[in-house]
């Protein structure tokens, strides 16, 4: 099999099997053909990962900030090496282009720990000066084992935006990978051993939601981040709530992308394939509802669909290719459904929504022009490459119908009109806006979203307060006073 892994899971610094657990079958999505196949974590693998991270995470805690940033950033080090081989993993994984996976994934990863390793050694807490001479110190600790459970379309990308973060705090780590890609992974944890973690700290257990569940509602875990959809998120969100566990919620979205009559076409249009098509459409903050000023409606729709033209569908690992299979039968199958609904409620489909009819799970990139509030391709996340473009007139009327959904992750705007444009930021309920561009993700900013999009932020300074906890320490100076 083309990558088959040493052994299902990483546990407490090594490879381990235990082929009593459910085999998973990981597919090429680009072939349809089996290329690695795995075993579901039993409870024994959960039990010894669970150990070894409790006992691990209570000596990293006692090392330095420099200390443990040093592992990190060479561990980002070897992933920049190493960027070739990771991305084509990657690639098998999702079957996402090399074009993409090269520049997006193991490189994102890497961003991620060198910038927490970075910021590591600068983790300190305050001193508080207090009346009568008295004072105050707070320290920054870690909040203990954190569980990060994973999305399949930047597998990488996540188990880095969540590993990283977790262990510059001095936490220890059980990542589960989402079940349709759980490779690269892996090679994380790999990677992080030869960089130098103690063993145990950063642990990969493979399953089904089973496995996350059993994670999550262990007492002995202090955290637990999720990347996934909104119905998940209710679901862990709650369990992590019984036990009063910490929690990042990273789910879905139906961002809207606004472009007004002043924007700048061929921007605008950019904006709007990289807001829908990268990845095969399969990103969570993707502007999936483009509002586009009834002026320039046909104009927009026409550069659109003949930019669209020249995508170049095809083998993921060639490199001029720019978009790539569905991640699964499973996934195209649904997305196949939404282009049909779409249809069946009256949207103009202008492009594209066919299954390419070879092995694999392919799809033409799909645009519905005509589409009304309250259509489902207008309503419901597709997480696939469907396109809804909707018409609107004024500004006040659009920024209402932008967040006219349950959903916050993200929004855009395109114009030329630098007041309009803050004004529209300001204006829209989403945890990430973008002016004249869509989809950036650098690691310096915060990451996250409001509303059923999720709670807390990933990336930034701003992860540092979910991965770790302020103890305030009161020092009185004089005598202790009491009452009697
Ligand atoms: N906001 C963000 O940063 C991102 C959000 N996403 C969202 O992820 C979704 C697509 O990913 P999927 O893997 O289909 O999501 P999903 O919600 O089906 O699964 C996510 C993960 O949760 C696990 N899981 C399922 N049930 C569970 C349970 N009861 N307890 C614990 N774990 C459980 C799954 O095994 C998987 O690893 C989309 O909604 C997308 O918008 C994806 C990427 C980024």
């Known amino acids: 099999m083309k990558a088959q892994p040493t052994a299902s899971h990483f546990v407490n610094g090594r490879y381990v099997e235990d082929t009593a657990g459910t085999p998973m079958d990981v597919i090429y999505p680009a072939t349809g053909e089996v290329i690695a196949q795995l075993h579901e974590a039993t409870p024994a693998i959960i039990e010894e990962a669970i150990i070894a991270a409790k006992a691990a995470q209570k000596e990293w805690a006692k090392y330095s900030g420099t200390e443990r940033g040093r592992i990190l950033r060479r561990t980002a080090d070897i992933m920049r090496e190493r960027n070739h081989d990771l991305s084509v993993l990657e690639t098998y994984d999702t079957g996402k282009p090399y074009q993409e996976t090269s520049v997006a994934d193991a490189t994102s990863g890497a961003d991620a720990l060198e910038f927490f390793g970075g910021l590591a050694a600068s983790l300190t807490g305050e001193h508080i000066q207090l009346s009568g001479g008295d004072w105050a110190y707070t320290v920054r600790e870690p909040l203990g084992l954190c569980v990060g459970i994973g999305a399949w379309n ?15 705090c001095g936490n220890a780590v059980i990542f589960k990978p989402s079940e349709t890609t759980p490779l690269c992974a892996l090679k994380v944890a790999e990677i992080l051993i030869e960089a130098g973690l103690p063993a145990g700290l950063y642990n990969v257990v493979q399953g089904m939601g089973a496995v996350g ?182 500004e006040e009327e659009v920024v209402a119908r932008a967040n006219d959904t349950e959903f916050g992750l993200a929004a855009g705007v395109y114009t030329s009109d630098l007041t309009r444009a803050h004004r529209m930021a300001a204006g829209f309920e989403a945890g990430t806006c973008f002016i004249n561009s869509y989809n950036d993700a650098p690691v310096e900013v915060p990451f996250g979203g409001v509303k059923a999009s999720g709670i807390g932020r990933e990336n930034s300074k701003a992860a540092i307060e979910h991965y770790s906890q302020l103890k305030s320490v009161y020092v009185r100076m004089g005598e202790t006073e009491a009452p009697f």
């Open 154 to 168: 930047y597998p990488t990308q996540i188990a880095c935006w969540k590993g990283a973060p977790a262990l510059a």
């Open 213 to 394: 569940g059993a994670l999550v509602t262990d007492p002995r875990v202090e955290k637990v981040s999720l990347t996934g959809s909104v119905p998940t998120g209710k679901k862990v969100y709650a369990a992590a709530a019984a036990d009063m566990k910490h929690a990042t919620m990273e789910l879905g979205g139906k961002s809207p992308m606004v472009v007004f009559d002043d924007a700048n076409i061929e921007d605008a249009v950019s904006g709007a394939i990289l807001g829908n098509f990268y990845s095969s459409g399969q990103v969570c903050s993707n502007g999936t509802r483009v509002f586009v000023q009834k002026g320039i409606k046909e104009a927009f729709l026409k550069r659109l669909t003949e930019r669209l033209s020249t995508a170049i569908i095809g083998d993921p690992m060639d490199e001029a290719t720019n978009f790539g299979p569905m991640v699964s039968e499973n996934q195209l199958n649904i997305v196949l459904g939404y282009v049909e609904k779409g249809q069946a409620e009256g949207a103009r489909l202008v492009c594209g929504g066919t299954r390419i009819e070879q092995p694999g799970s392919w799809i033409t990139p799909a645009v519905f022009a005509d589409v009304t509030d309250d259509m489902a391709i207008a309503r419901e996340e597709i997480f696939g490459p469907v396109m809804s473009v909707l018409d609107f007139d004024t």
